[in-house]
């Protein structure tokens, strides 16, 4: 069997990693790749926005599966194109990933569908943002509609941050088309939960739980970021909670989906908001894998992915088949570039990668790297590297990422020392010590 993976990330190289041990599996390609999974994958000089070049390649080399990691070739429809051709692709088509290209869309069918989530008005203007942020008050949250690049949100707590957030939006139309229009939304405090589900336009098989820690700095201080570091579990979100995540979110925004026209197949990731720890409530959609999240829950994966990402494609998943989950805990810890996520360098020569390896339980994706000229490695995106490791607790987990990312040097490297922190005291207070 011929697999395909679109992107470069350090999901989509632990989706190489994961898919390359499968029984059956001959060859895996990945467009464009990293250095990372060169070992696993033959690397192709094919950008993700590339979609016939894609179609065509894959329809030349009689891919058996194609999977598609981020979410712009999603949203510009590389899985139609794919199975126009008979072609078969993980992932949802054009019109079911407007859930995550469009967050008006995704506002009005949740209003639509009855699905928790803050209230938001639609605006057009700057004075229409301007009533709709008296009506609600601070803190308030502005979201650009389209595609970003995961910097289209800005979380307003104080009146001049909320005239910057305006003047963004509005005046330097820093986003584009994205931000014609934009939401205006009641911010809701509590604590992100990710939550990813595989679906086949009927049933939804959830994966494990995994937390994200989104800001750049310690202490989730700084700017939000594409994801500084994940673990799983996530401990936040109980068993209780979790089935009612699938019975009140997951399980109608898929038949409210269906009931468009636009039955979701693929990766489902609701990102939640735990109002007072308890009461669910959707901020977003996303119609892919997470990032750094997916590297930490692949590593929990017991048993074999292909056959869960081939009965989403194939729009049914086999009679009893069920991801399991090994009892470790794991950890991601995202390196990166100076200067990320403003501007950063490039270039930048990286060395001790097997040292980091060389650690029991450690596994090092890769994200923003290339080869040099003269053949050594170098930085060349924002999120470098992936240090993961899994280990029989989360504490565990945690410290053994943290030893691993500290032998890997670039200049200017960067990685969020607290990773974990904010569940770990979760953890103590439910239990005790004894738990850690
Ligand atoms: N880590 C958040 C995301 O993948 O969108």
Known sequence: MRILVVGSGGREHA????????????????APGNPGMASKATCLPIGVENVVELADFAESMKIDLTVVGPELPLTLGLVDELSRRGLTAFGPNRLA????????????????????????????????????????????????????????????????????ALKLFFEDRVFGSAGDRILVERFISGDEVSFMVLCDGERALPLA???????????????????????SPSVLLD?????????????????????????FRGVLFVGLILENGLNPYVLEYNVRFGDPETQAVLLRLDGDLLPLLLGSARGRF???????WRREATAALVMTAEGYPGPFERGRAIS??????????????????????????????????????????????LATAKEAAGKIHFEGAHFRRDIGKKALDILVERSGSMLR
């Open 239 to 263: 068993a209780s909670t979790a089935s009612d995540v699938l019975a009140f979110i997951v399980q109608p925004t898929l038949k409210g989906m269906a009931d468009e026209g636009r039955p």
């Open 15 to 30: 989706l190489v990693w994961k898919l390359a041990q499968a029984p059956g599996v001959t060859d895996v390609f990945a």
């Open 97 to 164: 990933a407007e859930l995550e290209g469009s967050k008006v869309f995704s506002k009005l069918f949740m209003k639509k569908y009855g699905i928790p989530t803050p209230d938001a008005e639609v605006c057009q203007t700057r004075g229409e943002a301007e009533r709709a942020l008296k009506s609600y008050g601070l803190p308030c949250v502005f979201k650009a509609d389209g595609l970003a690049g995961g910097k289209g949100v800005v979380v307003a707590q104080e009146a001049e941050e909320a005239e910057r």
């Open 209 to 231: 739980t995994a937390m994200d820690y989104k800001r750049i700095f310690d202490g989730d201080r700084g700017p939000n970021t594409g994801g500084m570091g994940a673990h």
């Open 318 to 324: 086999d009679e009893g088949v069920q991801p399991g």
């Open 352 to 397: 001790g990668i097997e040292d980091a390896e060389a650690i029991k339980g450690v596994f090092v994706f890769h994200a923003g790297t290339a080869q040099g000229l003269d053949g050594r490695l170098v930085t060349s995106g924002g999120r470098v590297l992936n240090v993961c490791a899994r280990a029989r607790g989360l504490s565990q987990a």
